[in-house]
DNA sequence: TAGAGCCTGGACAACGTTGTCAGATGCGGG
DNA sequence: CCCGCATCTGACAACGTTGTCCAGGCTCTA
């Protein structure tokens, strides 16, 4: 019962439910308004005795500065956003906290929204955010048409794009070696003796996946083999698509020797359609994934640094905001392959 | 060239690069604030023709309604915070996604950030977001007194507590039913013959692993089975120490023949030395985690539905804010043993 | 003891928006 | 033709903070 009394003191209808202003500490402590301020922000200028009356008020109201009024008075907000595709994707994971400890360092706060690879939602949120007014964003792009930040930049909103280009604008960009890796790991497959390889990839409109692609096309043609179209899977996403699409590669009168598959999520699904089959595909994937030593074989992966994506953005983000950071620039990570058995089987026809 | 122009432009001295405020729309389209107010937020009594115009202005000139200002009018900031553990763990990822889900689907942004196990961190973001006056918390807690938020919740700031329970307040509470998932694992273990059953966990001060190691005990007591020190390993976290507390309960003369992890990175490692043994250990790990059921064994886990978590505790956050959710309450989620093999291993001694 | 200089404290405006209220305009009816 | 009413528009204050600037009191020195 006391609860549902104390609860209901809070309901809505009085502002922030009533909170005490510096105002409200001014009277108590028997100071001006700006000896308040003064205290709270630690300038100097104040004895130590009005200090402690005024720290006294301050303990006794609860009260809490309103940051809301000192962003709008001094024009900084000391937080950033960060656009994603989806959070709980574990590829994110470490990337969004890279972010977070280099926005801790600067003393800011992060904000963050999954667009879910909508180009809708992404610009909805981009500019839920600029109208926050944050100091900066990183935006991993869902769309390919940037142009609707124009006016934000010219406004001074630091941006980076991360792991996938800026479209139509000229903006910081830092992404992985997406076309390097993946032309290594579908080398290295041929290294070991395959020719027929399979590729299961996103949607090319989304830039990593049609550099992916370009990375098989290019170790394919450079080892002098011919691509069949029967080899290739785009825009395939959702695990059952994946599984057919994998079944009918293995299923063909003269299959698929190897697959290289092009995300973490691709990856796994294909690992569990391959541990149903007797016969070795050997595979290697874009992207690492956790436990991926443990399985029988070991899966080889073309890894790439997440956490050195996010931190490297939020770096040059708050570069640009120091002024340190004049030209927009395009910072490629290099990937890792790493190998743990999947991509060393020999073909088996 | 044009960049490092372009760029120059937007440096700091000029508060947000000087955006165009309601004030210049109103003088470009030659009518009063208010008017330009009403547009922007689509209030009626503006004739087409006005609006019309009004419209050409914000095109023209770019502008974008300045929501720090609007929330210090408003008292509302449309916008959660959550603060977490460590947004990179795994376990987080569809939490906070689902979190984010709900506060989207109410118009609200989702602040967050790690507090890396600190309680003093942790109190350093609450208080952060306090002042940012979020309208309300979703909060993991690494501490266990939060008298801290007192005055916060009289002031009106929902909030809620996830996955652990808040400490020396009165609050919402949405956890997982940690003992009885625990107890139901280890009675799996016993229930397939094991009666030497080792328990590595987190420190017992977070609220979670006290209680799964309560859980331990209270299966081991219900078979009437006395729990010996060696079989415990309380409060190792790091990979390190964990797998030597592993070792160190395999290498006993009379060794366990069952271990039960208490989270999801302490099992991941566990899985890691039992792969170097031949010796059939059953194990049966806290968390659900990728590809588990992958290995050889699959691995038997006690799994929580971690985006339920965060979907329930967002809902109940929103009804606070509605007004129609009064009291605090304690929600526990029930866990689900979900048996992959490693967990059904007879005892080999 | 008077004057200069320093230190502390406070009054006031401004940040960009929204709520209130009153003025202006146009229209129809008496 | 004038009045009343409805509709549209704009002036103004307020939200809570910080920057500017000035007043008053003190100390120190000549």
Redesign the pocket.
């Known amino acids: 019962m006391p609860d549902v009394t104390r609860r209901a003191d809070r309901l809505p209808g009085n502002?922030?439910g009533?909170?005490p202003?510096?105002?409200?500490?001014?009277a108590r402590a028997?100071?001006?308004?700006?000896?308040?301020?003064?205290v709270?922000?630690g300038?100097?200028?104040?004895?130590p005795?009005?200090?402690r009356r005024v720290q006294e008020a301050i303990d006794a109201l609860g009260?809490?500065?309103?940051?809301?009024?000192?962003v709008?008075?001094?024009?900084r907000t000391a937080s950033i956003g960060l656009v994603l595709e989806d959070l709980a994707d574990p590829f994110y994971g470490p990337l969004s906290r890279a972010v977070e400890e280099v926005a801790r360092a600067h003393g800011a706060l992060l904000i963050n929204g999954s667009s879910a690879e909508d180009p809708e939602r992404e610009q909805e949120l981009v500019l839920a955010l600029c109208a926050r007014r944050v100091d900066g964003l990183v935006v991993i792009p869902a769309g390919d048409d940037h142009r609707y930040l124009e006016p934000e930049l010219k406004a001074g909103v630091a941006t980076v794009f991360v792991d996938r280009p800026a479209g139509q604008i000229d903006a910081d960009v830092v992404v992985s070696d997406n076309f390097g890796g993946a032309r290594d790991g579908v080398a290295h497959l041929i290294a070991h003796g395959h020719r027929r390889i399979g590729f299961i990839g996103d949607m090319p409109r989304i830039h990593t996946a049609a550099e992916r692609l370009r990375g098989y096309r290019a170790a394919m043609e450079d080892a002098g083999i011919p691509v069949e179209d029967a080899w290739m899977s785009l825009g395939v996403t959702d695990p059952e698509r994946v599984r057919r699409a994998a079944e009918e590669m293995l299923a063909d009168p003269h299959p698929v020797t190897a697959i290289f598959t092009g995300n973490n999520r691709v990856t796994v699904t294909v690992i569990r359609v391959l541990a149903g089959h007797t016969r070795g595909v050997a595979l290697v994937g874009f992207d690492d994934i956790e436990l991926a030593d443990l399985l029988q074989p070991g899966v080889t992966v073309v890894a790439q640094d997440a956490a050195a994506l996010g931190r490297t953005a939020a770096e040059r983000l708050f570069r640009q905001l120091d002024g340190t950071l004049l030209a927009p620039d395009r910072i490629e990570l290099p990937t890792r392959l790493v190998t743990r058995g999947s991509g060393e089987l020999p073909p088996s026809d």
Request: aromatic share 4%; proline share 2%; hydrophobic share 25%.
């Open positions: 502002r922030y009533n909170r202003t510096m105002k409200d500490v001014a028997g100071v001006g308004l700006k000896t308040v301020s003064r709270v922000n300038e100097p200028g104040v004895t005795e009005t200090e009260f809490r500065r309103n940051d809301s009024a000192r709008l008075r001094k024009g």
